[in-house]
C-alpha cells in the first residue's frame, strides 16, 4: 500500500508544480479590478474623436453548419453595432443540409457554400472562407473577427475591439458570457468556467504583460497576422488552440478585452457535452503532440507564456488519467489478491474532495465578481456553485476515454437567444436604463 501512497504523492506534486502559478491570476486580478474601479474614466470627445479618425474595414467571419436557427441573430447583432466604420459579414455554409446559407443572405450577410466529407471541421471551413473572400474582395480588410453561428454581441463589441486593436494588438480576444446560464446545471457549468477562463486567466494573463488564449470564438486578428500566417492552416480538432499556440511560439501576445462582451450558448445535455468536450481534449492532446516541442523549447528560453499555453493543454490531462489509472489498477489488483484497498480508495476520494473544495472557491469567486454578468436568477447562480465542482468532475472520464478515442468533429445544435437576453440588449443599444 505504501507503494500507492508514493505515487499519489509524486502525481501531487508534480500538479502542484504545474498549476500554482494559476493560483496567484485570482488576486492579480481582484487587484486589478480594484485598481480600474478606482481610476475610472468616462472616456472624452478626444478619445472619440481618435477612434473616428482611424476607423477601420473589417471582415466578420462566421463558419456554420446547419445553424439556420440562430445564425440570423448574430447578423443582426453583427449589422446593429455601434461602431462607424465599415464591417462586412462573411458566412461559410459548411455541409449544411439546412437554411444556412438563405437565412445568412436574408440578413445582408455575404454567403459561400462549401461541401466535403473528407476535410470536415471548422479549420477547414474557415481556410475556403478566407480563400473566397481574397478572391472576391482582393482589397482585404484591416482585420478580421470570428464568430461562432450561436454567438450574440453587445452593441458596442465592435467599437471596444477596435480601440483595443489601436492601441498596437494584432490578435485579440474577449470577455465571454452565456446565453442559456440558467437552463440547468451544465449549461451553468460552462457558464462559470468561462467566466473563470476570462477574468481570472485571460484578463490576469493580459494584466501582468503575458498572452491570453483563444478560446474557439469571439477573437480578432489583423491583416498582416493573416499574410504572416498564410490563411488558415489550423486544422486540428481545436484550431483554436492551434492558433494560440502558433502565436505564443512566434512570441507574439494575444490580447483581451475586457470591455468587448458576447454571449454563447452552452450544452444542455451530458451527451451533448461529453461530445463536444471530448473534441476538445482529443484536440489538446493533437496540440501537444504538434507544438509540444516548440513550447518548450520557448519555454527554456524564458516564454512564460509558452510554458502557460503549454500547462493549459496538456499535463491536467495526462496527470489526471495516470492518478484514476494507477488508484484503479492498485485497487483492482489488491482486492483479487485479497488485500486492503480501503487505502486506494480513500486516496481516490480524498482527492476528489480536495479538488471539489478548490473548483468550489474559485467558483464562487467568479460568480461573486461577475454577478451582474451572469443572466439568470439569484437562486440559479448561487445553486451553480454548487454544481460546478461536479461539472467539471465529469471531465475526469471525458480526458480518460479521449487518450484512446478520437472523437472527431460533430455538430452541437443550437436554438434561439432567449427573449429576456433580447430584450436587455436592445435597450442596452438604445441606451435605455435597465433596471
Known amino acids: 500500500m505504501e507503494t500507492i501512497r508514493i505515487i499519489n504523492f509524486i502525481i501531487t506534486a508534480i500538479f502542484a508544480l504545474c498549476y500554482t502559478y494559476q493560483f496567484v491570476y485570482v ?8 485598481r480600474e474601479k478606482k481610476t475610472v474614466r468616462t472616456p472624452g470627445n478626444a478619445d472619440n474623436e481618435l477612434c473616428e479618425r482611424n476607423l477601420k474595414s473589417y471582415a466578420v467571419l462566421i463558419c456554420a453548419r446547419n445553424e439556420a436557427n440562430v445564425i440570423g441573430e448574430l447578423i443582426d447583432s453583427i449589422n446593429n453595432q455601434t461602431y462607424k466604420g465599415n464591417i462586412t459579414t462573411f458566412v461559410m455554409a459548411d455541409n449544411c443540409t439546412d437554411d444556412t446559407y438563405d437565412v445568412a443572405v436574408s440578413h445582408n450577410a455575404v454567403a459561400y457554400r462549401r461541401h466535403s466529407t473528407e476535410l470536415i471541421g471548422k479549420g477547414y471551413a474557415m481556410e475556403a472562407l478566407l480563400k473566397e473572400i481574397r478572391r472576391d474582395f ?9 464568430f461562432d453561428a450561436d454567438n450574440i454581441l453587445t452593441p458596442d463589441y465592435i467599437e471596444q475591439m477596435h480601440k483595443c486593436h489601436l492601441e498596437g494588438n494584432e490578435v485579440i480576444t474577449s470577455y465571454r458570457s452565456t446565453k442559456n446560464y440558467g437552463d440547468n446545471w451544465i449549461s451553468s457549468g460552462y457558464g462559470l468556467w468561462f467566466l473563470r477562463e476570462s477574468m481570472y486567466l485571460n484578463y490576469s494573463r493580459y494584466k501582468l504583460g503575458s498572452s491570453a488564449a483563444i478560446s474557439g470564438t469571439g477573437f480578432f486578428f489583423a491583416n498582416n497576422v493573416l499574410k504572416e500566417i498564410g490563411g488558415w492552416p489550423f486544422h486540428l480538432l481545436t484550431e483554436d488552440i492551434e492558433f494560440t499556440i502558433n502565436r505564443v511560439c512566434k512570441g507574439r501576445k494575444i490580447a483581451f478585452c475586457r470591455s468587448a462582451v458576447f454571449y454563447d450558448e452552452q450544452p444542455t445535455t451530458l451527451k451533448q457535452s461529453f461530445t ?60 483479487i489478491a485479497g488485500g486492503d484497498i480501503t487505502i486506494a480508495l480513500w486516496s481516490m476520494f480524498e482527492t476528489i474532495i480536495n479538488a471539489c473544495a478548490l473548483l468550489f472557491v474559485l467558483g464562487t469567486i467568479t460568480m461573486i465578481t461577475e454577478w451582474k454578468n451572469i443572466h439568470a436568477g439569484a437562486a440559479r447562480k448561487i445553486f ?16 480518460f476515454t479521449a487518450l484512446f ?25 438604445t441606451g435605455e436604463k435597465i433596471s
Not at 451553480?384 to 480526458?399: D, G, K, N, R
Not at 468533429?409 to 436587455?424: G, M, V
Open 27 to 34: 488576486p492579480v486580478s481582484l487587484w486589478m479590478q480594484h
Open 138 to 146: 482582393p482589397e482585404g480588410f484591416d482585420g478580421y473577427f470570428v
Open 276 to 335: 463536444q468536450r471530448m473534441r476538445w481534449a482529443r484536440g489538446y492532446i493533437q496540440v501537444f503532440a504538434h507544438y509540444g516541442k516548440d513550447l518548450m523549447s520557448e519555454t527554456l528560453h524564458g516564454n512564460f507564456a509558452a510554458f502557460d499555453m503549454a500547462m493549459n493543454i496538456m499535463p491536467a490531462f495526462l496527470l489526471t488519467a495516470i492518478s484514476i489509472t494507477c488508484n484503479l489498477l492498485y485497487g483492482i489488483i489488491g482486492a
Open 384 to 399: 451553480s456553485v454548487f454544481t460546478f465542482p461536479l461539472f467539471m468532475l465529469t471531465y475526469i472520464p471525458v480526458a
Open 405 to 429: 478515442v478520437n472523437p472527431g468533429w460533430k455538430p452541437i445544435q443550437h436554438k434561439a437567444t432567449t427573449s429576456a437576453l433580447r430584450t436587455e440588449l436592445t435597450r442596452s443599444r
